[in-house]
């Protein structure tokens, strides 16, 4: 089946303590993409890649970093997590410039 | 102001009814629009894609694209329980794999 997959779906974790969330697509796509989503301000892109090892920053930006060493992998990487970082995160990827993003699961971060 | 703008509704139907949803934007260069159907707990699911003016028919579903308005809208004819979910609008000027931009979702409710 072709997906978008996360992991993990659920994280609990503490200020301070880095934490990655992983992204994986099975179809081959060349562009993939991180959104935040919270209440009241939608979703937000905060990084996007272009190709491996091509990456720039989206909206929102500050407090994360991404890699992309694989074509199939996107991880997000939250060195320091803040509580401000807690919200809903999207991985999307999706073939060429053109026709919508495919979006995965979600994950739902809380930093205390 | 966003540029990109939505009501977030809820907007509660009866069963059969026609739903009209619709966004505003204030990006010129916009020539990329999409609609996304989020339910509860997951991941958006692209339902529209319209490259630059006109309408597209999928179904019940028309989307429809006026650049000199800078609005889009969706209709959904023949309105189910089971399209009870929020919409989310998107649009992008450099292609949908890079920036894209997303209104805050509409909710709507349609009921038996």
């Known amino acids: 089946e072709a997906q978008v997959t996360q992991n993990p779906r659920y994280l609990i974790t503490v200020t301070g303590k880095k934490l990655t969330v992983t992204c994986s697509q099975n179809?081959?796509?060349?562009?993939m993409s991180w959104y935040r989503q919270d209440p009241g301000l939608g979703l937000r892109q905060i990084y996007y890649s272009m190709n491996v090892e091509v990456t720039d920053k989206g909206d929102v930006p500050e407090g994360y970093k991404v890699s992309r060493k694989e074509k199939r992998n996107f991880p997000l990487i939250l060195e320091s997590p803040s509580p401000n970082q807690t919200s809903l995160y999207f991985c999307?990827?999706?073939?060429?410039?053109?026709?919508?993003?495919?979006f995965g699961p979600g994950t739902r971060l809380t930093v205390l | 102001q966003k540029e990109v703008e939505q009501d977030p509704g809820p907007l509660s139907v009866p069963e059969g009814a026609i739903v009209s949803l619709n966004c505003t934007y204030s990006?010129?260069?916009?020539?990329?629009f999409m609609w996304y159907r989020q339910y509860s707990r997951k991941g958006p699911e692209l339902l529209m894609y319209t490259y630059s003016s006109g309408n597209k028919e999928d179904g019940r579903f028309t989307a429809q694209v006026d650049k000199s308005s800078k609005y889009i809208s969706l209709f959904i004819r023949d309105s189910q329980p089971s399209d009870s979910a929020t919409y989310l609008c998107?649009?992008?000027?450099?292609?949908?794999?890079?920036?894209?931009?997303f209104g805050t979702g509409t909710r709507l409710q349609v009921t038996l």
């Open positions: 179809m081959n796509h060349e562009y």
């Open positions: 990006n010129s260069a916009f020539q990329y």
């Open positions: 998107a649009m992008s000027a450099t292609g949908t794999a890079s920036k894209l931009t």
């Open positions: 999307a990827s999706s073939l060429g410039l053109a026709g919508g993003p495919v």
